[in-house]
């Protein structure tokens, strides 16, 4: 592999102005979507409370999560050895 001397970089001015304004720019969306998300979820926090169990079964079909009931056949699981 050759080795060469490493390459100079030049911070322009123009550079500095265009990084500002995209970041003005993604700052004004991201407050934006904030917002949007803000009004979204107070309206969506009043069904969480009310319908918890269907949020979590929504959760369970979303990731294919099938509880099984443990069965109670044994009140201790280490007092019933049959040899």
């Known amino acids: 592999m050759l ?7 030049e911070l ?3 550079d500095i102005e265009e990084f500002e304004s995209i ?3 993604l700052e004004s969306r991201k407050k934006q979507g904030e917002d949007a998300h803000l009004v979204s979820s107070t ?3 009043i ?3 009310s319908d918890h169990k269907s ?3 929504m959760i369970h079909d979303r ?3 099938k509880p099984q009931p443990k069965p ?4 201790t699981q280490f007092g019933n050895f049959e040899f």
Not at 3 to 9: S, V
Not at 72 to 75: A, F, I, L, V
């Open 23 to 25: 970041r003005k720019d």
């Open 43 to 45: 309206d969506g926090a």
């Open 63 to 65: 990731i294919g999560y």
């Open 47 to 49: 069904g969480i409370s």
């Open 12 to 14: 322009k001015l123009d």
């Open 72 to 75: 109670t056949n044994n009140p």
């Open 3 to 9: 080795r060469r001397k490493p390459t100079r970089l």
């Open 55 to 57: 949020r979590e079964q």
